[in-house]
């Protein structure tokens, strides 16, 4: 007869580190492919005949239907109310609706630089004070070198469109809302597939018929194309694929390595406006980018979660 007690039987071996640091990589890549994308989207449906809230409806109705097929696969999420509207108010709701509107007065760069470049300090200071996450020299080195790429992609950007302002501060917000999720996933160990599943099944419940009841929309006056791109994009691909990675991201590596992977985001992002927006960067820009990837390089090297 075993000497096991049923606990220890019942215990899931661990994952090995070096295979998990593996997937988190890979994860946080592919947020940073689709957080790319999102902020270059949402920039050109200012060009379309869309408002912020229509753009939140798109988001939500797009992201409904995959939501209850995962939660008739898997199951409904099962997260305390008070966690799971504290998930929704930050992740769901702050972060992208501040964004959409933030994206009527400042352009791509200003996102980019405010909502992903920053996000790595925002996170790293609540971090650090919920979680008590500390960092070594080549974290601090890493997070360095992205500060000056940030500064000079502001620098570079910046100047050139009077009356961003509004613009701009919507963008801080927005991230700071995205790094309280941050570290409320890590802190209260939430799992990716919960994550993801509630993020895309409950907002829509609450948001959609307030939208169709009350909120301002031009939808009427948008083509059938946008609409439908817009619908996939906003709701599939940054509410549920970026969702999913970007917990699982975050679980694997810790807020800090993946927040630092996801800065090139600004970089990416402001190299593409370029020829897709007509947004294009200076030679302190292309500076400014460089710098970005010598930091997250430094910063994915660093052993320290």
Not at 38 to 58: C, E, K, N, P, Y
Not at 254 to 273: H, K, Q
Not at 292 to 304: E, Q
Request: hydrophobic share 55%; proline share 6%; net charge positive.
């Amino acid at each position: 007869m075993s000497t096991e007690s049923p606990a220890a039987t019942l215990k899931a071996p661990p994952l090995r580190p070096a295979r998990e640091r593996l997937i988190g990589l890979a994860c946080a890549m592919g947020v940073l492919a689709v957080w790319t994308g999102f902020l270059l989207s949402s920039r050109f449906a200012t060009r379309q005949a869309f408002t912020g809230w229509d753009m939140a409806a798109l988001r939500y109705a797009g992201s409904l239907p995959v939501g209850l097929a995962m939660a008739a696969a898997f199951g409904w999420p099962r997260l305390p109310p008070l966690r799971c509207l504290t998930l929704m108010a930050t992740a769901a709701f702050g972060y992208p609706i501040l964004a959409y509107f933030g994206f009527r007065y400042a352009p791509t760069a200003h996102a980019a630089v405010l909502m992903t470049g920053v996000l790595p300090f925002a996170a790293a200071l609540l971090g650090a004070v919920f979680l008590s996450e500390h960092f070594s020299r080549k974290r601090l080195l890493s997070l360095g070198v992205v500060a000056g790429g940030i500064l000079l992609l502001a620098g570079d950007t910046f100047g050139a469109h009077p009356g961003a302002w509004r613009g701009d501060l919507l963008f801080l917000m927005a991230c700071l809302s995205w790094a309280g999720f941050t570290v409320l996933i890590r802190r209260w160990g939430v799992p990716a597939l919960t994550a993801t599943t509630m993020l895309a099944l409950y907002p829509p419940l609450l948001y959609l018929p307030l939208w169709w009841l009350a909120l301002p929309s031009a939808m009427g006056d948008a083509s059938w194309g946008a609409i439908g791109y817009q619908l996939v994009y906003q709701g599939f691909f940054a509410v549920v694929v970026a969702g999913f990675l970007y917990t699982r991201a975050v679980n694997a590596l810790g807020s800090a390595r993946t927040t630092t992977i996801t800065a090139l985001t600004p970089a990416l992002a402001a190299l593409a406006a370029g020829p897709l927006l007509e947004e294009w960067l200076g030679w302190a820009g292309l500076l400014g980018v460089a710098l970005v990837s010598i930091g997250m390089v430094l910063g994915v090297m660093s052993g320290r979660r």
